[in-house]
């Protein structure tokens, strides 16, 4: 397996220099299995497929994709594991599960070599940004993800991981990462943020870590700035995905984002159609290394801009100019904390049979968390547990059950929102 691993590996270090006709080449050699397995494995597919007279020996170039209806979360949702690929084993599969960063939170299955790529593509972005086998990574994560044990290559001191709660109060975090020293930390860009102000307000020396990650929320120049005094490191910002692990990635140019084009066809629609470059659209993909769940032209609820320039470090992998995605808030505490996003969408994502949630903090007193009603029972004693336990029972909590969640004006959903003003808050927004 590791040898197979490891001749992965060096295709894709060449193939992030390869011509732009090498990689369309390869891509829609991919496109066409991936078509084909939908079509034989996956009756939600077929069915839309049948519907538009689309047969899968009808792809004779990625345009023909545009042929194709977008596919939703919700779609994927409502179709159901069986419908979506029936020829899987679940013996050969691994389970992963969003964030919850959308409000509605999705499982789908993977093939273990199709997991082994994901891993591979973010190694090789790690290799472009300096990361050695040898190097102590750092990883801020939700407690679930934490691997129970080590991998082959750590047990030989390769590739070594540690592991810190972004549930952790930031003394702990802080300390910890002292202590341990790692060359590389990677970690959600809001938590980063509130480590970093912590940092600065204590006027502490910077841990300049080698190499420093940030994912999950899109990160701004104020808050690269922030980052980057208290840390001592510039961040290198990646864009990625449960659905579709990472899709592109920041070289040390830091200046756009190379897409992983050849394992995903990035799309960018404006009423859509395909974006000029330069122009915002909505991000729809397709996952080349999807066999067990079959994502084609999947609609990722986020915004972008693709550019036709090419990156000054050599690399020919196209340019994602920025991410306009979703916008996520921080909540603040009465005590003055600020809590990631993603600590109360990670508290509430498990409850049993909740279809959507948003969380409003309309004060520094109150949280309100709006449940979009289903067809099943919602333990809201449990989901109010679980929202006051992340706010360390500082505020109030109310739960309420609605028939629509709202969107903001430019159209976008953000399953955590602060209402107490953005002079508290940490908002995030992508504009590099």
Not at 20 to 32: C, G
Not at 255 to 269: A, M, P, T
Not at 283 to 288: G, K, P, Q, R
Not at 346 to 374: H, M, N, W, Y
Request: charged share 25%.
């Amino acid at each position: 397996m590791y040898l197979e691993l490891l001749a992965e590996m060096r295709r894709l270090n060449r193939q992030q220099w390869a011509s732009a006709d090498e990689i369309e080449a390869l891509q829609l050699s991919k496109l066409r299995r991936q078509i084909l397995r939908a079509w034989i494995c996956s009756p939600f597919y077929r069915e839309r497929f049948e519907q538009l007279g689309f047969q899968p020996w009808d792809v004779n170039s990625i345009s023909d994709l545009g042929k194709l209806p977008v596919v939703t979360k919700a779609e994927l949702l409502a179709a159901g594991g069986q419908n979506v690929c029936f020829d899987i084993d679940p013996k050969n599969c691994v389970l992963l599960r969003t964030s919850g960063s959308s409000g509605s939170p999705i499982s789908l299955p993977f093939t273990r070599r199709d997991k082994n790529r994901r891993a591979l593509k973010e190694l090789r972005a790690l290799f472009a940004n300096g990361y050695s086998i040898r190097d102590r990574m750092m990883i801020q994560v939700e407690p679930r993800s934490m691997p129970k044990k080590k991998a082959l290559p750590q047990m030989l001191g390769l590739l070594r991981r540690s592991y810190l709660s972004i549930f952790a109060e930031e003394r702990e975090q802080i300390d910890m990462i002292r202590s341990l020293r790692p060359d590389v930390i990677y970690g959600y860009t809001s938590s980063l943020r509130i480590l970093a102000e912590r940092l600065l307000t204590s006027s502490e020396q910077p841990l300049r870590p080698k190499i420093l990650m940030t994912s999950a929320e899109m990160l701004d120049q104020p808050t690269r700035k922030l980052i980057a005094d208290a840390f001592g490191t510039e961040p290198i910002d990646f864009y990625g995905s449960m659905e579709m692990g990472w899709i592109a990635w920041q070289c040390p140019e830091r200046r756009g984002y190379h897409i992983n084009s050849d394992c995903l066809i990035v799309e960018c629609l404006h009423n859509g159609w395909p974006a000029e470059h330069g122009e915002e659209g909505e991000l729809v993909i397709t996952n080349l290394h999807s066999d067990a769940a079959p994502l084609i032209r999947y609609a990722t609820g986020d915004t972008g801009v693709l550019s036709d320039r090419r990156c000054s470090c050599g690399r020919t992998l196209p340019i994602l100019e920025s991410v306009n995605g979703r916008l996520a808030d921080c909540i603040v505490l009465p005590d003055g904390r600020k809590l990631s996003p993603y600590s109360l969408t990670c508290a509430v994502e498990d409850v049993p049979d909740l279809r959507q949630f948003q969380i409003v903090q309309q004060s520094d007193k109150t949280v309100r968390v709006r449940l979009l009603r289903g067809p099943n029972e919602v333990d809201t004693f449990r989901v109010r547990a679980a929202v006051l336990s992340a706010l360390y029972g500082q505020t109030g909590v109310e739960v309420e059950f609605v028939d629509s969640l709202q969107l903001e004006r430019n159209g976008k959903f953000k399953v955590v929102k602060s209402l107490v003003g953005e002079d508290v808050g940490c908002r995030i927004v992508s504009n590099n």
